[in-house]
């Protein structure tokens, strides 16, 4: 599978991020090599696209709850992310393994049950 990604059509941004993502190919970035997502970024009029619309709702819902706290907007996002299973996987926070945070407790597996030794 192959991804492709597409930003919102910004003059000042888009020669940036499009060098970036040449930098990404060639390169890596800090975590690892890209290799499934389509070197060249599309540049697109939000105001005529809608899923980029739906990306700059959720953006600003995320901004939202980690800079102020306020989960009102996330909480009606929320229910509708990917998921498997019960697991969120559509939306992740790459934070300290610690974090409490509603998305990554929603990305983490329930716990197995632990085994119960039993004594001979
Ligand atoms: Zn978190």
Aim: hydrophobic share 40%; proline share 3%; net charge positive.
């Amino acid at each position: 599978m192959r991804g492709m990604l597409i930003h919102d059509n910004n003059n000042t941004v888009a020669h940036k991020h499009t060098e970036l993502m040449k930098r990404f190919h060639n390169k890596g970035t800090l975590w690892t090599a890209v290799h499934r997502i389509i070197e060249t970024p599309l540049f697109v009029d939000s105001q005529l696209t809608s899923m980029v619309q739906v990306a700059d709702l959720w953006s600003y819902a995320l901004r939202r709850y980690y800079e102020n706290g306020e989960s009102d907007l996330l909480d009606i996002l929320f229910v509708r992310a990917d998921r498997k299973g019960s697991v969120v996987v559509g939306v992740r926070h790459y934070a300290d393994l610690a974090c409490s945070c509603k998305v990554c407790v929603a990305h983490k597996r329930p716990a197995l049950p632990t085994a119960t030794l039993a004594t001979p």
